[in-house]
């Protein structure tokens, strides 16, 4: 079992953040993330654009953001457990809480602090036959971890940008990489499909084209994939992995069952603090709402900074809390 002060659900910019108003009062914390990389909306949907109303940056690219939100908390050493979706609390005699992931990771912390923004992103799913069936038996919509897929069989299914990027990759790593698409030409980036389209070229990829994975089949563990082309000929390929990857849609998921007041998919919460109805339990960033709420990175860090102001009583009982500048204290690390 983990154990932290505040545990912060979403590692987007804002529980990044809230990571570093907590460590100036001393407060530990623990993220977790449904993706497997931190950075929330701006890692996962538009990286490499630039935002132009953070204030003291007249423009900074998304990811280099969120590159800096890592390098301001580094001091007070977050812990993540990334790749995993939050689906239990359960509040504990003593008030505290134990939270537990979709594979079994539990957390126990004096304060939850709900920074989910829209939602968990859950893969979109192709209509391929038995599917569901192989989910974990070789059927993965993310890549957590590369190594898993080396010396394997893998099939990709899917245009965008994830499915050429991985493609891309698994080349050097896997025995075998088959990409196969519905169409010929590509929505992710020209240099990438370009890059994907010389792989082929030199046999060390196979691309199938015009065509669809159907069915998937095996025994206990997918061992083969049946894919149809556009004429409706159909054929087999042996397979130890199939990664789907078409994109991901935000759903607010198990959180939506804890209790908390919910007003259109987002967290109400009180303007003072952004508590929630539940004691000890906070929603701060595109999560929550209230009068006037505005969703941006900006508003999100506000609601960081009185969130831990209010958390610190939960940590620290005993303790009186005095408001000190970073520019008098600096960063005390611990
Ligand atoms: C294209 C685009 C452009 C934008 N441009 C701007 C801009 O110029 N300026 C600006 O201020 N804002 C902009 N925004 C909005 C900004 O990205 C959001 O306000 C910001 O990302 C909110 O941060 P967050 O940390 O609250 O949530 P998010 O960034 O959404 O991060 C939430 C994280 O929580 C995780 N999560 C949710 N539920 C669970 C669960 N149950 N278990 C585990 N993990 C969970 C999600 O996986 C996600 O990673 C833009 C948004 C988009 C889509």
New binding site residues.
């Given amino acids: 079992m983990i154990t932290t002060d505040i545990c912060i659900?979403?590692?987007?910019?804002?529980?990044l953040f809230a990571v570093f108003e907590a460590g100036l009062l001393k407060m530990r914390c623990h993220l977790?993330?449904?993706?497997p990389q931190v950075g929330?909306?701006?890692s996962?949907?538009?990286p490499q654009?630039p935002?132009?109303?953070i204030p003291g940056y007249p423009a900074i690219n998304a990811q280099t953001l969120v590159d800096n939100l890592m390098d301001q908390i580094a001091p007070f050493h977050p812990t993540f457990t990334l790749g995993?979706?939050?689906e239990t609390l359960e509040k504990q005699d003593d008030g505290s809480y134990v939270i537990t992931t979709s594979d079994g990771t539990a957390v126990r912390c004096q304060v939850v602090v709900i920074?989910?923004?829209?939602?968990?992103?859950e893969p979109r799913k192709p209509d391929i036959v038995n599917l569901e069936q192989f989910e974990g038996r070789g059927v993965a919509y993310m890549v957590k971890n590369p190594e898993q897929l080396r010396d394997r069989r893998v099939v990709l299914a899917g245009g965008g940008d994830s499915a050429l990027d991985w493609t891309i990759f698994l080349a050097d790593i896997a025995r075998e990489v088959t990409l196969v698409h519905r169409s010929d030409t590509f929505r992710g980036a020209p240099d990438s499909a370009e890059k994907v389209f010389e792989l082929a070229q030199e046999g060390r990829i196979n691309l199938v084209l015009q065509s669809n994975i159907t069915s998937i089949s095996g025994n206990g563990h997918l061992n083969q994939v049946s894919i149809t082309a556009k004429d409706k000929t159909v054929t087999s390929l042996p397979a130890d992995n199939l990664i789907p990857l078409f994109g991901l849609t935000p759903k607010l998921?198990?959180?939506a069952d804890w209790g908390l007041n919910i007003d259109k998919s987002a967290i109400s919460v009180n303007t003072t603090d952004y508590a929630t109805n539940v004691e000890r339990v906070y929603a701060?960033?595109?999560?929550n709402t209230y009068p006037g709420k505005l969703?941006?990175?900006?508003c999100?860090f506000h609601e960081a900074a009185l969130m831990c102001q209010s958390a610190f009583k939960y940590v620290y009982p005993s303790q009186k809390l005095s408001f000190k500048y970073t520019t008098v204290n600096g960063v005390p690390t611990f």
Avoid: N, S, T
């Fill in positions: 659900i979403g590692a987007g910019p804002v529980g977790i993330d449904a993706l929330g909306q701006l996962e949907i538009y654009k935002i132009y109303d995993e979706r939050v920074a989910g923004g829209l939602g968990c992103f998921g198990p959180i701060i960033g595109d999560i969703k941006l990175i900006l999100g």
